[in-house]
């Protein structure tokens, strides 16, 4: 009982922080944490209290900040005939979550030249944000981070979400903790919308070949701004949980061929579909049945031989263009769902319609260079963990060095440690890693 009083407290020491400030912080306790479990005073390190301390609330003009869709910043120039990386346009951005807008941060939105997943060019934007804590140039690293972001609607990716818009999405939430952590360390963290966010078509998400491309272009985008100083061999490591852990997967897969030029020394997946099939048929019906519907979507966005017209049911029609404007917080509204009741084919698993899309984005087609990190739980509800043991067996077969240190999500795990829990499922214990891959690359 006095362990779950102090996980309580902690968690309301740090929703009180975002909100109120860091003195709040200052003078509570912090929940004693075991010794492999990341504890609050690692979180709210110096750095992060600085932030608070000497940020401010948003005045109320900015509590609405103008949507993505109609910016004109975000309408993009033809790209076929630019390079991959290609820096389009910046602009500096004001970083703001929940009303607040941190000092010592500077944020910058970039848009950028990608690759489909068909190999023509494409735009993408993201959100490049570099803690002031006097880092030297020649001494900052880089973080690729993958939001764990399955929205196909627009104006619900990183560079909106930190910069006031879309605050109530779970994906912004469950990154403070790491973001945080990284500037701590002063990391910069460039995240990739894998999307251009102000394009009103729904977003293929899904599309490992396509985010992967996207997640390290966006790095290539973030190294090519003057403003931000970075060395062209910046150290540079590749975070994704969840939805991220997709682009970050193929990302890690794809930068040997892709993007040789790159320093990678590292990445960490958590949590990741894997395989789209598999994760259909474990969790099909389930309490997140809502987000496997969306998954597919994400396919059909993007891969012509999809026909929703044809494959969705009336019910599933209204369900997808509601999803397919919206952040991905609505499908929380939609559990227990069957596909059968969405789709005239059944699932998209067992249909030839999406044979090609599920097959040429499944993971473990390429083993990465750098090392690898994966602590996806073995009682994920939703992706069958037989998955990440086949990714855990082909990465290591093509010569990657792979640590597993699965995270904890069981029953018992979450009646018995909830700060534990609540810590791992948001992948802060996977932060200390990097910090290990960095001094490597020092020595």
């Known amino acids: 009982m006095r362990r779950l009083r102090s996980t309580l407290a902690a968690t309301a020491v740090a929703a009180a922080a975002l909100l109120v400030g860091a003195p709040t912080v200052a003078a509570a306790p912090a929940a004693p944490a075991a010794p492999d479990t990341v504890d ?34 975000f309408q993009a120039p033809p790209v076929a005939d630019l390079a991959p990386g290609t820096l389009l346009k910046a602009r500096p951005a004001t970083v703001q979550v929940y009303g607040v807008q941190p000092a010592h941060v500077r944020g910058y939105q970039l848009m950028y030249v990608t690759t489909d997943f068909d190999g023509s060019r494409v735009v993408s934007t993201g959100i490049l944000m570099i803690p002031e804590d006097g880092t030297a140039p020649q001494d900052r690293k880089l973080i690729g981070y993958s939001e764990a972001n399955d929205s196909l609607g627009p104006g619900c990716m990183p560079s909106a979400q930190w910069t006031g818009t879309d605050q109530d999405d779970p994906s912004l939430f469950s990154a403070l903790g790491p973001v945080a952590q990284m500037f701590g360390n002063g990391w910069a963290v460039m995240m990739s919308d894998t999307a251009n966010d102000g394009d009103p078509a729904p977003n293929g998400f899904s599309i490992g070949q396509f985010s992967g491309a996207a997640t390290l272009d966006g790095l290539r985008a973030a190294i090519a701004l003057p403003e931000a100083e970075f060395e062209r ?10 939805g991220g ?10 930068q040997a061929s892709y993007a040789p030029e790159l320093d990678v020394v590292g990445t960490v997946l958590q949590a990741m579909v894997i395989d ?29 031989e999809i026909d929703l017209d044809r494959e969705l049911t009336p019910l599933g029609k209204q369900v ?45 087609q390429q083993a990465p260079k750098a090392p690898v990190l994966i602590t996806s739980c073995r009682d994920d509800f939703l992706v069958p963990y ?27 795990d979450v009646l018995t440690d909830p700060y534990r829990v609540g810590t ?18 020092t020595r």
């Open 386 to 412: 037989s998955d990440v043991e086949n990714l855990i067996a082909a990465y290591r077969a093509g010569g990657t060095d792979v640590t597993v240190e699965p995270s904890h999500c069981g029953v018992t």
């Open 320 to 364: 997808a263009d509601l999803f397919n404007r919206t952040c991905q917080q609505t499908y929380l509204l939609m559990p227990f769902m069957p596909l059968s009741a969405l789709y005239t084919h059944g699932r998209p698993a067992d249909n030839p319609a999406f044979a090609r899309a599920y097959a040429e984005n499944r993971m473990g």
């Open 40 to 73: 609050m005073g690692d979180v709210f390190g110096p750095f992060v209290l600085d932030t608070f301390r000497d940020g401010r609330i948003a005045p109320p003009e900015q509590w609405r900040p103008r949507h993505p869709v109609t910016d004109p910043w």
């Open 276 to 304: 789209s099939a598999t994760f259909e048929r474990k969790a099909d019906g389930g309490i997140g049945a809502g987000f496997v519907f969306a998954n597919s979507l994400g396919y059909a966005a993007r891969y012509p």
């Open 233 to 242: 061999d910046v150290p540079i490591g590749i975070y994704g949980i969840a």
């Open 424 to 441: 791992e499922m948001l992948g802060m214990q996977n932060v200390d890693w990097f910090v290990g891959k960095f001094e490597e690359t």
């Open 245 to 254: 852990g997709v682009a970050a997967g193929f990302a890690a897969e794809k």
